[in-house]
């Protein structure tokens, strides 16, 4: 989904330049790229639309009615705001300033009053320069005034002037940072939100068809509301989030605008949405309507704050150690591209210690085995199988190495090879039933792995210690034992570090773990509730300590989150993966 058209037509007028002239052209060294890195891990952070003219009042009330400040305040700005205005006065920067004597950086919301044609054509260039003269009022008091600027909001609405018009709209936000930009403003002063609402009404498009391109978007705003109760974060915002940060990896997510109707479960689902989003790498910020708009149809009270009374939702959301406060955001204005960080720079695995690694299977059949789990790096790459193969590794010949395994369903083989490079299978046998699942791992703790079947219909596992071998069955299962709930999907690892492994099951549309440590009938050693519905589980030990734990990989938004032991909680480590379609964990 992201936008190269840019790049595309700039190599193709150099290549015509080229042509045309007959001449080399000497391109000037690239400077040093300069990047402002910031990462969403661990952190979130706060702010409000303040329902006072007076923001600074009002964000210093607020202040000490929770003890801590907001980093962010909303603001609504049109281009004709300043109309009629005399006296040297600004609303603009008057609106601005007032949220910076709040000791907050604005997040401001830009809107022309036309079609998104109409500001296309140019027709409102001169307005949204003038425009851009009052910003720069604010920003010439210094003192480290910045802002987030985003233009036309919730262009994938049908509610907008300017919305439901993809094409038009690409090219009316671009004039917008132009002309902004065209007056010197840098990205030290201002940061740039491509702000679509969450979800887009039938016939809009999607929210990548409005994608302005990667130069002109610092960070992605995402509007949210909780408009029934009983709706959890993730059904609110949850999903959109993982679908956009899949979408524009190493952008930042702010949720631009979030409210929850007035309920018994709004206080929980605010302090839910916070947790929810410091967990989550790719969302940095939360702006809450802080706004009555009882008597407007179809609308409500969304307050959290009507001074000196704050919700005690909103209360411990803020308080919480991991909701981040920085005034001026210094991190956001650094020089250079604005960027989310990729992975969560831990390390799980010591130097020197025997870690198992992942290695991701994508849509062409590539094997991909990474450096270290939580690094995101691949380290070697190999075709191997076809698409749609179910990828699986192990160490068939003992030596210590694991390899790559996969099952082709349409012809009911498995296929193992010994080494990890391009190549035909070592080893061929045909497997079980149709609908079987492949499981593989050292079950009677004899140094080999083998190949094992877990049977959905009937939750059974059947338990083989030999590999088959030169296109014949494997042979009889030693044992076979009953464990799990029907649609569960199993893993395995060695759950106790006593050499042996053990199967375990995940549940994708709660996030439920439980496995047994020992392979016969019984009720689970352990259970706990890790990860997003629709998660992908695989275990290995990411840290060498003999114990394998669970990681996660999360199709919709591309990570791969790792917990280094085997209870609830936060990702110990993640990285970004991209799209893949199968992942095992893999001791290279
Ligand atoms: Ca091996
Ligand atoms: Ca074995
Ligand atoms: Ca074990
Ligand atoms: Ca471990």
């Known amino acids: ?57 009002d964000l210093n009330n607020l202040a000490a009615a929770t003890g801590k400040r907001m980093t962010f305040a909303g603001t609504f700005h049109s281009v004709n705001e300043n109309d009629g205005v005399a006296g040297g006065w600004s609303n603009t920067r008057e609106a601005l300033n007032a ?48 802002l987030v600027l985003a233009p036309l909001q919730e262009m994938n609405g049908n509610w907008t002037s300017y919305g439901c018009d993809p094409a038009n709209f690409i090219s009316a936000y671009r004039r917008v940072v132009d002309i902004v930009r065209g007056r010197g403003i840098d990205e030290t002063k201002v940061r740039f939100a491509f702000a679509p609402n969450g979800w887009t009404p039938p016939g809009c498009g999607s929210i990548g068809s409005y994608y302005p391109g990667n130069s002109y978007v610092d960070v992605i705003g995402i509007s949210a509301y909780r408009w029934a109760d009983g709706a959890n974060v993730f059904s609110v915002m949850g999903d959109t989030v993982n679908q956009v940060a899949g979408a524009f990896p190493g952008k930042p997510i702010i949720i631009a605008q979030t409210g929850a109707w007035p309920s018994a479960s709004k206080d929980q689902w605010i302090r839910e949405m916070f947790s929810w989003a410091a967990s ?30 704050v919700n005690a939702g909103w209360r411990d959301a803020v308080r919480a150690p991991s909701t981040a ?12 591209q604005l960027s989310l960080s990729l992975n969560s720079g831990v390390t799980l695995c010591k130097a020197g210690a025997d870690c198992d690694t992942a290695v991701f299977q994508d849509g062409a059949g590539r094997f991909n085995i990474w450096d270290l789990a939580t690094s995101g790096k691949v380290l070697t790459s190999f075709h191997y199988g076809n698409p749609g193969d179910v990828p699986f590794s192990g160490d068939w010949n003992c030596d210590g190495v694991d390899t790559p395994g996969l099952y082709r369903q349409s ?50 596992f059947y338990v083989i210690n030999d590999l088959g071998s030169n296109d014949g069955g494997l042979g009889a299962a030693e044992y076979s034992f009953i464990f799990g709930d029907p ?46 519905p629709g998660d992908k589980i695989v275990a290995g030990d990411w840290d060498g300590s003999g114990t394998d734990t669970i990681g996660v990989y999360r199709p919709g938004n591309g990570i791969f989150y790792l917990r280094n032991s085997n209870t609830q909680g936060n990702a110990d480590a993640w990285a970004f993966a991209g799209s893949y379609t199968g992942l095992a964990a893999l001791n290279r």
């Not at 952070?45 to 600074?56: K, W």
């Not at 790719?282 to 000196?308: A, C, H, M, Q």
């Not at 406060?325 to 250079?336: E, K, M, N, S, T």
Request: proline letters at 7%; glycine letters at 12%; one cysteine or more.
């Open 280 to 309: 989550n790498p790719s969302v940095v910020g939360i702006v809450y309507f802080n706004l009555n708009k009882t008597g407007e149809p179809g609308e409500t009270d969304w307050r959290v704050w009507v001074n000196p009374t």
């Open 99 to 146: 949220v910076w004597a709040g000791q907050a950086t604005p997040f401001a919301n830009l809107t022309v009053p036309a079609s998104a044609a109409s500001i296309a054509s140019g027709a409102w260039d001169g307005k949204i320069n003038e425009w851009a003269s009052h910003l720069q009022q604010f920003l010439d008091l210094g003192g480290g005034r910045s």
């Open 411 to 460: 012809d009911g083989y498995v296929y193992l090879r010994n080494s990890n490079s391009q190549g035909v299978a070592d080893i061929a046998f045909f497997f079980g039933n149709p609908g079987d699942i492949p499981m593989s791992g050292d079950f009677d703790h004899d140094g080999c792995d083998t190949v094992s079947i877990f049977r959905p219909a009937e939750q059974q």
């Open 325 to 336: 406060y920085q005034w001026p955001l210094r991190d956001w204005f650094q020089p250079g």
């Open 487 to 532: 649609g569960d999907k199993p893993f395995v690892g060695d759950f106790d570090a006593d050499g042996v492994d053990t199967i375990g099951l995940h549940r994708e549309s709660t996030g439920l773990v439980y496995f047994r440590n020992s392979n016969s009938t019984g009720v689970a050693n352990s259970q706990f509730i890790y990860g997003d």
């Open 1 to 57: 989904m992201t936008d190269n058209r840019p790049m595309r037509r700039q190599v193709a007028l150099f290549a015509a330049l080229v042509l045309l002239t007959g001449l080399v052209v000497i391109v000037p060294p690239a400077p040093p790229a300069q990047a402002a890195t910031i990462s969403g891990a661990g952190i979130v952070y706060a702010g409000i639309y303040s329902e006072h003219f007076d923001a600074g009042a």
